[in-house]
C-alpha cells in the first residue's frame, strides 16, 4: 500500500484488514459485523486523512508545534500583522477565534476576530470576518497568520 511516497506498516496493514477476516454474513454475527466494518472505516478515514497531510508542507505553531495552515493554503505573502510580515491562507487549523470587532486596517475598516493556537493559546494572528468595502470582500473568511508565531514543517 502507498499513498503520497509514504507506505503502511505492516502492523497497519493487517489492522485493516483483520477486521474483514473475523467479518461474516451470518444472522447472530451481524452486528458484530457492522461494529467492525465501523472500526475498519474509521481506520481508514484517520490512516487516509494522515497520509494526505504527511509529505504536505504546512506550517505549525511556534510555540506548541501544533499544525496550524497548509502551505497548499497560502493566499498571499504580502501582509503586515502586529508583530511584522505575516501570510493569508484560505483557511487554518487548530485554531480559537475570539470575539469579532471592527478595526482599522491598510485596506480599510474590517470586522475582525483575533485567532489563537487551541494547544497553547498563543495569539497567532485574525480571521477577516465582513468586509464594508466591496472591493475587500474576497478577504472574508480569510486568515492572517503572522510569520514570527509559526514554523515550517516538511
Ligand atoms: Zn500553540
Not at 20 to 39: E, G, I, M, Q, Y
Not at 114 to 136: F, L
Request: hydrophobic share 40%; charged share 25%; proline share 3%.
Amino acid at each position: 500500500m502507498q499513498s503520497n511516497g509514504r507506505f503502511f506498516s505492516k502492523s497497519q496493514v493487517s489492522q485493516l484488514s483483520a477486521p474483514l477476516k473475523t467479518c461474516s454474513f451470518t444472522s447472530d454475527s451481524s452486528a458484530r459485523c457492522f461494529f467492525f466494518l465501523l472500526l475498519l472505516h474509521r481506520n481508514l478515514v484517520a490512516l487516509l486523512s494522515m497520509a494526505e497531510f504527511v509529505g504536505r508542507p504546512f506550517f505549525s505553531c511556534r510555540n506548541c508545534r501544533k499544525p496550524v495552515a497548509l502551505a497548499d493554503d497560502i493566499l498571499s505573502r504580502k501582509f503586515r500583522a502586529k508583530w511584522g510580515p505575516a501570510y493569508m491562507f484560505t483557511n487554518a487549523m487548530n485554531v480559537v477565534v475570539g470575539r469579532t470587532q471592527e478595526r482599522q486596517l491598510m485596506t480599510g475598516v474590517f470586522a475582525v476576530a483575533d485567532v489563537y493556537c487551541s494547544n497553547c493559546h498563543e495569539e497567532m494572528g485574525w480571521k477577516y470576518v465582513r468586509a464594508h468595502d466591496p472591493k475587500q470582500k474576497h478577504k472574508e473568511g480569510r486568515f492572517v497568520i503572522d510569520l514570527s508565531k509559526i514554523v515550517k514543517e516538511y
